[in-house]
């Protein structure tokens, strides 16, 4: 059981004829991002939020809301989660392992949310018997189970101690991909743009640390928050220029150098450093003529 942290499911993990207890914690959270009350202008006064019976215009307090399906103009099904989760007993409390599976075969588009899975106390040999499995055969898992009211696909993969789970888009979630690039004209690009723009990409690779991410719209927000409560003038946004077609290869050439110099500035420095270790030190003449130099060189700085 993760210490400090509350479990948003409870329920069992299965794979073959073995079963384990298992709970499912938040891997991400929005709680720490800066956050805004609605305000009426004339009163400064926050505005809340109130459900209202659309005929009778009368308030609707939380436990007297349910879900409903319009089936005509105004009338409806109503459908309790009860009922919802009855309609798939088997599925309600276990997520039921299906096939396993190279986790590569998942597009990220399908990924939605995250969650750590970890064993419950009294079966912590066979979960950790399937993640070590897991690990060894390289395979992720195709699971699916009743979470949060509604029926979830769920990918299920190692991740250190324990597993992640990731609950999937429905492909008819999913928007096709095709429609989204169709308008996309055909360009053809020059050898030389293509030969800069691998240049560039290649001095700029590295790892991913998600740490060295900094969330500049939550700082900019505590800016500007912090800016209206002191009365300093606020930030204007700046002016971003689009490359255009004339001046593209003019860019990248210009980006190309300047990653060609930072990449080599610390070649040069450690070269000239390797250098000045072979010199011989100079006679006592040079060295006074070099100190004399020096200080000439310093009286007119100043």
């Known amino acids: 059981m993760a210490s ?13 004829e073995v079963s384990c207890g298992v709970a499912l914690y938040t891997a991400a959270s ?36 349910t879900k409903g399906f319009e089936i005509d103009n105004g009338q409806y099904i109503i459908v309790d989660p009860e009922e919802v989760a009855a309609t798939i007993p088997d599925s ?24 750590y899975l970890t064993p419950d106390k009294m079966t912590g040999d066979a979960f950790a018997a399937l993640r070590d499995g897991m690990t060894k055969s390289k395979v992720a898992a195709i699971a699916r189970a009743v979470l ?14 324990g597993l992640i789970a990731t609950t999937l888009q429905y492909d008819y979630e999913v928007r096709s991909s095709k429609k989204a690039f169709e308008g996309m004209p055909k360009i053809k690009i020059q050898s030389e743009m293509m030969d800069l723009a691998k240049h560039i990409i290649s001095t700029k690779k590295g790892e991913f640390d998600p740490a060295t991410f900094a969330d500049r719209y939550e700082a900019a927000l505590a800016d500007l928050v912090k800016a209206k409560i ?20 003019a ?3 210009q980006s190309a150098g300047m990653m060609k110099a930072a990449a080599e500035k610390p070649k040069r420095t450690a ?21 004399s130099s020096r200080s000439v060189a310093q009286r007119k700085a100043g």
């Open 230 to 249: 002191e009365g300093r003038p606020l930030p204007k946004p700046k002016k971003v220029d689009v490359s255009k077609p004339n001046d593209l290869l």
């Open 92 to 115: 309600n409390k276990t997520l039921d392992i299906h096939a396993f599976i190279p986790i590569s075969d998942v597009d990220d588009v399908y990924f939605d949310k995250p969650y």
């Open 4 to 16: 400090g942290m509350r479990a948003q499911w409870k329920g069992f993990l299965k794979f073959g």
């Open 30 to 65: 929005t709680s720490e991002r800066i956050t805004f009350n609605t305000i009426n202008k004339a009163s400064g006064n926050r505005v809340n939020r109130v459900f209202i019976d659309s005929e009778t215009e009368d308030p609707v307090p939380k436990e007297k809301q």
């Open 148 to 161: 949060f009211r509604r029926m979830r696909t769920v990918l299920i993969h190692p991740h250190g101690k």
């Open 251 to 253: 860019a990248l050439r």
């Open 271 to 291: 070269a000239n450093a390797n250098a000045s270790k072979g010199r011989q030190p100079p006679a006592r003449g040079t060295a006074s003529k070099t100190a």
